[in-house]
């Protein structure tokens, strides 16, 4: 059973920091593209940031400069910090990946369960 598994939500104050960890889990044979989505109340699920297999990542408009996507290839594992955190970064976070189950099989796209960041003062 493959699962993606997030930590390191909270509640943190404007201009604070926050790191997301998001690993995956089970038995698998590759991982491909992996990425950040959030969803705030009432609001559509957007792209946070998109990380390939070869390292590149693309960011939201609304977050560059501020988060930074990075993966650990070795730990199957994908992060991402956090930094000057605004009110309007209030959402549940969900990171996702392509992942292989087995050699031949076409890579299938997994959740994570999501975790609660709430920037509030």
């Known amino acids: 059973q493959v699962q993606l598994v997030e930590s390191g939500g909270g509640l943190v104050q404007p201009g604070g920091s926050l790191r997301l960890s998001c690993a995956a889990a089970?038995?698998?044979?590759?991982?491909?593209?992996m990425g950040w989505y959030r969803q705030a109340p009432g609001k559509q699920r957007e792209l946070v940031a998109a990380?390939?297999?070869?390292?590149?990542?693309n960011y939201a408009d609304s977050v560059k400069g501020r988060f930074t996507g990075s993966r650990d290839n070795a730990k199957n594992t994908v992060y991402l910090q956090m930094n000057s955190l605004k009110p309007e970064d209030t959402a549940v976070y969900y990171c996702?990946?392509?992942?292989?189950?087995?050699?031949?099989?076409?890579?299938?796209?997994?959740w994570g369960q999501g975790t609660q960041v709430t920037v509030s003062s």
């Open positions: 990380m390939s297999s070869g390292g590149s990542t």
């Open positions: 996702d990946a392509d992942l292989s189950v087995r050699f031949g099989v076409p890579p299938k796209n997994y």
């Open positions: 089970g038995r698998f044979f590759s991982i491909g593209a």
